[in-house]
């Protein structure tokens, strides 16, 4: 199922809760046009105006799909949803106005968080090393 046809399908399963968010957004590989018999069909909810609507959404439709709130996803994982999403409910000038403050703070962040990343377990026990040698030197010095 391509993401043209897959969208059609969840705007059908979600109408019911379509006036209950800024908006409901597919993302991940689904999105992308890149998933597999294993992929998970991810789901996003900007600013959900209703409390439970996770429990309403389960009843409704069960377990089928991965629903998160936009709001409380780490920002690199909020990045991930920005730069693929298709929109299944809302209004995308809106919405696309929104999102831009959460660009705006990656942009600023990416450097940090994208260079706090270890290859493998050895990088990290050898940078942290270096730095509780360091610390040390610095303790003797004081």
Known sequence: MDAEELI???KKEFEFIKNDAEGI????????????ERSDIDICLIKPRTTGILNRIFQKVGGRYDIKIFEDLPLYV???VIENYRLIYGNEP???YYLYHFRKNWEDMRHRITSN???TV???????????ETRRQVSYES
């Open 8 to 10: 059609l399908n969840l």
């Open 25 to 36: 957004l597919l993302y991940g590989s689904y999105a992308m046009n890149t998933a597999n």
């Open 78 to 80: 909020k990045m991930d």
């Open 94 to 96: 809106s919405i696309s």
């Open 117 to 119: 990343r270890f290859k």
């Open 122 to 132: 050895r990088d990290m026990i050898t940078t942290r090393r270096k730095w509780l």
